[in-house]
């Protein structure tokens, strides 16, 4: 659905506040010397997003070399100081969209990235994403891609009515939402609410049946302790599984490696991630990875060995963070998970709603993203559909 944003005539992308300026920075290694300010911003931000963070996002930015990423952070200096501050962050990528001879860039969200929403400033996030698209804008860029952007209200609100001041226009491609915990009151009474007896009681025989193998045990880490040996336990079992076979495990991929073991050491300083783990005898048979800012927990990675597969260890360690999470007195979990994952939708009771959007940053542009953008998609999920039938029919050949 493509939306046309009326308002009174405004000049395009003009922010409020002018002292708000976009700033492209294409050397990973500058990044360094903005960390203090972009903590700042961190404390101080709209919408949580931990893959936007100085922890995850430099390691990232340094180890996947072949990228074309940048970062575009929105600058200005407080009525009341004379130092600069930092008011947004957001990577880009130049990708194409639908082939189209545009000139697009896309928020970066490569695969070990879950979320695309930009970090603004609370008391100023309208200016700061106006400030974005003027920045994009004046660098000659046409079309702005989100894919995965928070669709809560309230961030939902900021983004249209800027694009309503400016006079822009939204193609709105896709809308879903993800599994969260909201946690409140107590765990055993959440999960009561979530699942069936019938499957509460499953899971109490599952564990029954794994203590019948030898010692069982759940564990949490706890502050800065040991995370290398935490962080290379988890490399070490997910290599061990179908991502290890397949070669998307970060053991796989040096890169994705010494990306996951900075950003792990970077927000351990920060005591902002947790490894949990469930051992048997000792040695840990499922693990899962979350990253916590603020109030916001993001459950970011899981492992289990599939040598226990028959007493669904993930499935347990999964109800055991149900209460780390209460006991950590965090507001929100969001899973992190495919929208159809049907374990997690079973234990998280809450949904967190996310959108695929392109902004067009000119309002010459309306036309194409009111009117083309909606036809291609159309045109290329019925080429898609028309192919996925026709390859079915050969297989039945």
């Avoid at 998280?348 to 036809?375: C, D, H, W």
Wanted: with cysteine; net charge neutral.
């Amino acid at each position: 659905m493509a939306t046309l944003l009326s308002s009174p005539p405004s000049p395009c992308c003009e922010t409020k506040t002018a002292a708000l300026r976009g700033r492209i920075i294409d050397d990973p290694g500058a990044l360094e010397s903005l960390v203090p300010a972009w903590r700042r911003l961190v404390e101080r931000c709209a919408w949580r997003n931990p893959c936007y963070e100085p922890e995850f996002l430099i390691p990232l930015l340094k180890h996947r070399s072949e990228t074309s990423a940048r970062l575009l952070v929105v600058e200005g200096t407080r009525a009341n100081g004379d130092k600069p501050e930092i008011y947004g962050v957001m990577p880009l990528v130049k990708q194409a969209f639908y082939r189209l001879p545009i000139h697009c860039v896309h928020a970066w969200r490569p695969d070990e990235a879950f979320d695309s929403t930009p970090l603004l400033d609370a008391d100023c996030a309208g200016e700061a994403l106006a400030a974005i698209f003027a920045s994009l804008s004046e660098n000659g860029v046409r079309l702005m891609a989100f894919d995965t952007v928070s669709a809560a209200p309230e961030f939902d609100q900021v983004l249209r009515s800027t694009a309503v001041q400016n006079r822009l226009s939204i193609f709105n491609r896709d809308r879903f939402s993800r599994a969260a915990v909201e946690p409140g009151g107590d765990a055993e009474v959440y999960l009561r609410q979530c699942m069936s007896k019938n499957r509460r009681k499953k899971a109490r025989k599952l564990l029954t049946r794994l203590q019948g193998e030898g010692e069982v045990a759940f564990q949490h880490s706890g502050g800065t302790e040991d995370l290398h040996q935490w962080a290379h336990q988890f490399v070490d079992l997910e290599a061990s599984g179908w991502k290890g076979r397949e070669g998307t495990a970060l053991a796989c991929r040096s890169q994705s490696l010494a990306f996951f073991l900075e950003m792990v050491d970077r927000f351990g300083q920060q005591d902002s991630i947790r490894f949990g783990r469930l051992t048997l005898d000792g040695t840990p048979i499922a693990m899962l990875v979350d990253l916590h800012s603020g109030g916001h927990v993001s459950g970011y990675k899981t492992a289990y060995d599939e040598r226990f597969a028959e007493f669904s260890p993930g499935f347990l360690l999964e109800l055991q963070n149900v209460h780390w999470l209460h006991q950590s007195g965090c507001a929100v979990c969001d899973s992190c998970t495919d929208p159809n994952n049907a374990l997690i939708n079973s234990l998280y009771a809450e949904r967190l709603a996310f959108q695929s959007i392109v902004i067009g940053l000119e309002t010459k542009m309306n036309g194409a993203v009111t009117t083309l953008l909606p036809l291609m998609q159309k045109c290329v999920r019925f080429a898609k559909g028309c192919y996925s039938g026709r390859t079915g029919q050969l297989a039945n050949v």
